[in-house]
């Protein structure tokens, strides 16, 4: 089966640098690659995702770069918030089974 | 409200109770899951329905049961709870025929003494 591997498992960045997750997968098979953020006490929530035929996908101050070849994909946070402050999951899909989530990495943002 | 609810949110129950968590979406999505979440092991699938009637199993179904007698509803069973089951769980539904775009729920939390 497949499996995803994140990291770091924790990121500390000042307030208003840039954040960098990474995730690689191991099944050439998936083709989607959303990534969640999740805050204390709520559920996941969908943040941007990407398919296998785009290579790079953005929204406002974040961003998602797929290398299929290399099977890895990152997720990109420029001038973080205080807000930006969560858990955030990688995870990948072949099909109509269901994901494969990454450990998550604990994002802290320092005022 | 587009949303995705959970009943309960916290659960203590004691091994070999038999108890059901309801999950329930009011977005008319044909795609459901159950995942469950644990410290340093992440989110995993439990089961998934791609329509009514039609349910498989995830990554790790051992000890759980699940039913999708109507579109919105789809409930979560363990016949016979065990602590190895303490864990935080989460519904999620999608618009589209298969994992993509989900929308999570608020979660469970189950304690299973």
């Known amino acids: 089966g497949e499996n995803v591997e994140q990291h770091p498992s924790t990121l500390s960045v000042q307030e208003g640098d840039s954040a960098v997750i990474k995730c690689t997968y191991s099944?050439?098979?998936?083709?989607?690659f959303p990534w969640y953020k999740q805050e204390l006490g709520k559920g996941p929530q969908l943040i941007i995702d990407?398919?296998?035929?785009?290579g790079e996908k953005k929204d406002q101050r974040i961003a998602v770069t797929l290398n299929k070849t290399a099977k890895h994909f990152s997720l990109h946070i420029t001038e973080t918030q205080p807000e930006d402050s969560a858990v955030y999951f990688c995870?990948?899909?072949?099909?109509?089974?269901?994901?494969?989530f990454g450990k998550g990495t604990h994002l802290i943002i320092q005022p | 409200e587009a949303q995705v609810t959970q009943n309960p949110r916290y659960l203590i129950t004691v091994t070999g109770k038999k108890l059901t968590v309801t999950c329930s979406q009011n977005?008319?999505?044909?795609?459901m899951s159950w995942y469950r979440q644990d410290p340093g092991l992440g989110l995993r699938q439990i089961y998934y329905?791609?329509?009514?009637?039609?349910?498989d199993k995830g990554d790790v179904p051992e000890g759980y049961k699940v039913s999708r007698k109507e579109k919105r509803n789809f409930p979560l069973i363990l016949e016979s709870p065990s602590p190895n089951q303490t864990s935080l769980y989460f519904c999620?539904?999608?618009?589209?025929?298969?994992?993509?775009?989900?929308?999570f729920g608020p979660g469970t939390r189950l304690t299973v003494t």
């Open positions: 990407i398919r296998s035929n785009v």
């Open positions: 999620a539904s999608s618009p589209r025929d298969g994992p993509y775009e989900q929308y």
């Open positions: 099944d050439s098979a998936s083709n989607y």
């Open positions: 977005m008319n999505h044909e795609y």
């Open positions: 329905s791609m329509n009514v009637e039609v349910t």
């Open positions: 995870a990948a899909a072949g099909g109509a089974d269901g994901l494969t």
